[in-house]
């Protein structure tokens, strides 16, 4: 076990309080690691810029430096990133298997209507595919200038780059040193085949910048593990103090403030709607071993699972419950609706849940059952007031049956339309087996009184 006095050799240093990250910003160093380098391969072009103009800001006041090693790995990483975008651009490309023709459909009017549209579906067709082509070689040829590439080499020049000093030796021997006795950053990376000790090379960088400014820094990552965050519920809460400790000693007693990229946007002023839109993102990418969200862990794919199975136990497809009138055309919404899915979700789990997460939920709700209109899922139990017509059949020579005049749920929901009023009923058992049918809902679960 590694002695406490070597990682903090200096206990003065621990009484020396921080200032807030709002007092330190006007003067603070910034540096980025190489996750937020690569993050405007994700977003849209206003968000880009919305992010390039609080960097250029920074560049000209000499207060933004990027690591070398952050930009070797960006590199290293940037043609993956765009092979994504290529890949998602070529998967886009459509199949189609064209109508044949049947002498016999002729006559049907759906036939004709759909013979009109067949031919500007085809023309559509063929032009999305050729602007399929047409993007997916545009997308080559900017592989060696793409924009995000571009606008980093009109924002930053050698003077704002900072290489480190320590020999690969040094860096192997702390690193193996750290390693062994989980002192961070870098220790989580041991198990990499290629650079394990990526983040002590831009750790060791970081360091030698506050040697030399001796200024408080901001350092933007997006990367959330134990060696650069304590955890708290699963998720990333603090900066080790073990770092904030090495950097006072290594700046002077200055502070080191870690934090992600949509906290240091709206520092820094950016729009609001950007910066709730990358804290939805940043949320939907955080690691998979559990969040805290309602007062438990769970990762976002499993608020996404949670979201649909609470919609499925409350809302359905009305093709599988609802009566349809085909004199109106269209369901019967005898539980209430229709409903739209959007506003039902948002709704129910806006407050709770990023945006961002909801609507994907949606989507693979949409994807699966089309954009339709829902129903509310009825209630298991059927709780009935019956008012019947004997003295009809009596005169009509059907004595012992008898019509419905009306059927109202216990909520005074009128439910007549559910069954033939014309119908002569034998009993109220044939009658309840014909509204169990009509609602879906078993004969032993339907409660009923005469009236």
């Known amino acids: 076990m590694t002695n406490l006095k070597s990682i903090f050799p200096t206990p003065l240093n ?26 405007p391969y994700t977003v849209n072009t206003s968000s880009f810029e919305q992010i390039k ?22 590199a290293n990483n940037r043609n993956q990133k765009l092979g994504e975008i290529f890949t998602s651009v070529s998967n886009a490309y459509p199949t189609f298997k064209p109508l044949g023709k049947y002498p016999i459909l002729e006559s049907l009017e759906e036939y004709k209507e759909l013979l009109k549209y067949k031919k500007t579906f085809e023309e559509s067709f063929k032009a999305y595919k050729k602007h399929i082509s047409s993007l997916t070689q545009k997308v080559k040829k900017i592989s060696l200038n793409d924009p995000i590439t571009e606008a980093y080499q009109s924002l930053f020049t050698q003077n704002e780059i900072i290489e480190c000093s320590l020999s690969d030796e040094e860096i192997q021997k702390d690193f193996e040193y750290r390693v062994k006795h989980k002192i961070p950053p870098g220790y989580k990376d041991s198990k990499k085949e290629q650079n394990a000790d990526g983040d002590l090379i831009i750790w060791h960088t970081l360091l030698e910048l506050g040697k030399e400014k001796q200024k408080d820094l901001i350092f933007v990552t997006n990367d959330g593990k134990p060696d650069w965050f304590n955890q708290a519920n699963g998720s990333s809460f603090l900066a080790r103090y073990e770092l ?20 240091f946007l709206e520092l ?31 990762s976002y794919s499993q608020k996404i699972e949670e979201i649909k199975k609470w919609f499925f136990e409350h809302y359905d497809d009305p093709v599988n419950l609802l009566p ?11 539980w209430g609706g229709p409903y739209d899915i959007e506003d039902v979700l948002m709704g129910q789990f806006y ?5 961002g997460v ?4 949606i989507m693979d709700i949409i994807s699966e059952y089309g954009d339709i209109e829902w129903s509310k899922a009825p209630d298991p139990y059927l709780f009935l007031n019956i008012q019947v017509d004997r003295k009809t059949g009596e005169r009509c020579g059907a004595g012992g049956t008898f019509q419905v005049v009306s059927i109202e749920e216990q909520d005074d929901n009128d439910l007549t339309y559910l069954v ?6 034998l009993s109220f058992d044939e009658l309840i087996s014909d509204i169990s049918k009509a609602v879906n809902i078993s004969k032993n679960n339907i409660e009923w009184e005469e009236v």
């Open 14 to 39: 621990i009484l020396r309080t921080c200032k807030s990250i709002e007092e330190a910003k006007s003067d603070a160093l910034v540096s980025l690691d190489t996750n937020i380098l690569l993050y």
């Open 53 to 74: 103009s609080v960097y250029s800001k920074l560049v000209s006041q000499n207060r933004l430096y990027l690591v070398a090693h952050t930009l070797r790995e960006f």
């Open 244 to 263: 904030i400790d090495e950097y006072k000693r290594a700046s002077g007693g200055k502070c080191i403030y870690i934090v992600h990229l949509s906290t």
């Open 268 to 298: 820094f002023g950016a729009d609001e709607k950007i910066v709730q839109t990358i804290k939805q993102s940043e949320w939907l990418k955080k690691p998979k071993h559990g969040l805290e969200m309602s007062g438990f862990l769970k």
């Open 324 to 334: 349809y009138e085909s004199k109106d055309g269209g369901y019967l919404y005898i």
């Open 351 to 355: 407050d709770e849940v990023p945006e």
């Open 358 to 361: 909801i609507k994907e939920a």
């Open 420 to 425: 033939d009023q014309g119908r002569h009923y």
